[in-house]
């Protein structure tokens, strides 16, 4: 497939999932809220020697370099040839490893939205969310419209998570904003990760943490931690299973901690007061309505300032959207226990 071809499906691609996409070279850039950075590269242009990118890019190659697919960190999409090209009418949905979700048909037929995926996508199952997230564990019920596979493994920043979405709560969409907490590790933290699913935080802070607890009370999210933490040879990563209330009394103080449960952070934020360092930052996750952060703001000041601790926000991030008018925020708190 010549470059050109290759990087307008591309392009299509994530225009029709509502992404505003620049050109810089062979990079193109993918923006809704979050960037993403795409590398393209065509068969007829590279060799599988040329195919290179750090690993928070990701790759999209036509059929004559899939080669390349399993000897990449990268997450890798293949393109592939059609003898006849079609409009295809898809939904809105993320690829996790080699699955395709799909949260919401929008009005799209499911046979087109499967033959829409499958022509954009090289996947070996497509599942739609029947439902929004719900229970203790926060996962959805999912009907599957292609392929009966339900566990993969996901490629991010260069780490591999095997994960099952119908068993463990995983969105590739929060990709970028792990990545973002992560850069702010600084060398010899201890790193607490309260609700860690399959471990993604967890993995991304280990670069520069000198220790890293993850907490997950669902077993199967916390047995796809375990497994992660051998799969990727990471040595700082402590997985544990259990309710983070029972499980981190004890444990001390440490210098970050990330609270990635929006829906009901704020029942665990007393917990994460006593177990931050001094000056210590707290990655604060919460659902807000209309854009009106007061309201949540309120009580991070109520719950610190009973502690006679001070704060102040480092910054306040949006970082994914639960339905028209909600929308996932990240406070990042320093905390200063004594002066």
Do not use: W
Not at 48 to 61: G, L, P, Y
């Amino acid at each position: 497939m010549k470059q050109e071809e290759l990087e307008a499906r591309v392009r299509e691609l994530f225009e029709r999932q509502g992404f505003k996409v620049e050109k810089d070279g062979n990079q193109l850039t993918a923006s809704n809220g979050k960037k993403i950075v795409l590398k393209v590269f065509s068969s007829e242009k590279y060799s599988a020697e040329d195919v290179s990118a750090e690993k928070e890019v990701k790759v999209f190659v036509d059929e004559g370099l899939e080669e390349v697919k399993e000897d990449l960190d990268n997450d890798v999409s293949i393109i592939y040839n059609e003898e006849e090209e079609e409009d295809f009418e898809t939904p809105s949905y993320e690829v996790i490893g080699d699955i395709a979700v799909i949260n919401d048909l929008a009005g799209v037929n499911r046979d087109e939205a499967v033959e829409g995926i499958l022509h954009h996508q090289n996947v070996k199952t497509i599942l739609l969310k029947d439902e929004g997230l719900s229970g203790e564990f926060r996962l959805g019920d999912y009907e599957k419209l292609y392929g009966e596979e339900t566990e993969t493994v996901h490629k991010e920043f260069g780490y591999r998570f095997k994960v099952d979405p119908t068993e463990v709560y995983f969105s590739e969409r929060f990709g970028t904003e792990r990545k973002r907490v992560a850069d702010q590790v600084e060398d010899g933290e201890r790193v607490l990760v309260m609700f860690a699913g399959v471990g993604p935080f967890a993995m991304l802070c280990s670069e520069k943490a000198d220790e890293v607890v993850a907490v997950e009370k669902n077993p199967a999210g916390a047995e796809f931690l375990k497994e992660n933490i051998e799969l990727n040879k990471v040595e700082n990563v402590e997985g544990l299973e259990g309710d983070v209330e029972e499980v981190v009394p004890g444990m001390g103080e440490f210098d970050r901690i990330i609270m990635p449960l929006p829906e009901s952070a704020n029942e665990f934020l007393g917990l994460a007061l006593d177990h931050i360092s001094n000056n210590g930052v707290i990655h604060y996750y919460r659902f807000v309505e209309d854009g009106n952060t007061e309201e949540i703001e309120a009580e991070i000041m109520k719950e610190i300032e009973q502690r006679g601790f001070e704060y102040k926000i480092l910054d306040t991030v949006e970082c994914g959207e639960r339905g028209p008018t909600s929308t996932r925020m990240c406070f990042d708190l320093q905390v200063t226990k004594s002066i």
